[in-house]
């Protein structure tokens, strides 16, 4: 109840019983700046470039697309244009029962500060 | 409703055309083999039955790409990634309510057109840049009841099925809302999944398949179409179905072909020369090709020609490589109806021409809800 909340509220001290200040040596670390961001990060596993989502659409709207191999399904995947970047085409590949689904969905880019999701 | 045929001898006191050679507006060198009423109903029956079992699961292809947009997207860029991806039609999704909410469909983009042009509207070029699909579908149901008072005509929610409603509750949603595209979306997850986007054709596509090896079980198929009440047919010619018929000449301008494409209700209009012969065919998914180069930016809709749309979208065909096919497809009306059904089913026709062999004179349309409705009852 009222003794999980924090320190703050007016919960009466019993002596002896006092919560112990926290060790100076849990703050004062100094940010891990340079090793791990030296390094970079791990690279993508190359299975996964075999995406079916850019098979080239110009075979026209209803030219099925191959299989997607089972390795690159529901991973999400984020369109290579080139800059500016206005717009944002995220996609994936999923099975729903004994077929394939590859969708992609257009987004706006947030820019100047607002979060984008 | 017992249609009429024409027979090979009409009783007197028919009107007919004044311009006819003869004065008999049923007159045709052969005589066309009547229908039987029996054969309809068990037509009907056998695709009634076939549609009904079986489910929208079926449309799905193997491995289908389905493209979705947001719907805070600009309205400028939904143009253009629909013109490069090739495709007419998207589902748009919002994030915020975490579902599916419409459709962008090529008349989304004659109306825009059209307000653009409208030198008392509101809307500008430059607002399109930032302009949202969403704020745009809002002040659409205001547009369009200014055009045709009759704002039933564009759902305001949207017309989705799942992958296990059966095929006749798929084709009666686009018959019945007047789309031509139905979103099949499945619940089971927590987040709404988009499967594919179905059509009439898939669903012919479907029927013609099943049928194909016993075409006996549906009689009508072996008729000529001349001799079915289906589709749009040129007064004098056939039955009409009472709407009249349009066609535009090359030189007409496109605001006038956008017109007719909005208001009669129409996805296309066949283009012909002055001898009525089919040259061409302008439909509402060749908005998109406006597109290319920003091309709407300069024109202005009164001073482009239908030719030179025409030619846009020939340009964007070879740009982007699309397998672009025939344009326009054709029959004769003494095809008969499987014939039809098999064209009819091609992807991206939604429509045909029947026309006199030779001279290539227009004599009607038949469109993909012309048949749905005729094989439903």
Redesign the interface.
Known sequence: MNNSRGQDQETPVVAGFEVPRSPDASYNNVYTASEDDGRDPPVVPQHLQHTVLSYPTNRGPAAPLPDPQHVVLNHLYIENREAPRSVVALGFSHRFRAKYVNVVLYKPVQRRGSSST | MIPRFPVSKPPPGITGDSMEIDGDPFHQPETVPKILEADVELSRHRISVFLSTHTA?EL???????????V???VK??FH?LYE???SVAPL?D?DVGRFVGILSPLDFILILRELGNHGSDLTEEELETHAISAWKEGKLQLTRKFDGNGSLHPRRLIDAG?HDSLKDVALKLLQNKVATVPII?HDGSVP????LASLTGVLKCICRHFKHSPASLPILQQPICSIPLGTWVPKIGESNGRPFAMLRPNASLSDALSLLVQAEVSAVPIVDDNDSLLDIYSRSDITALAKDRAYAQIHLNELSIHQALQLTQEASAT?????GQRCHMCLRSDPLHKVMDRLAI??VRRLVIVEAGSKRVEGIISLTDLFKFLLG
């Open positions: 699961y799905l292809p193997e491995s289908g790409k389905v493209v979705a947009l947001d805070a997207l600009p860029q939904a990634i991806q090739g495709i999704w994030h992958p499945t999944q988009l499967l594919h982007y490589g699309f397998f672009n992807p991206g």
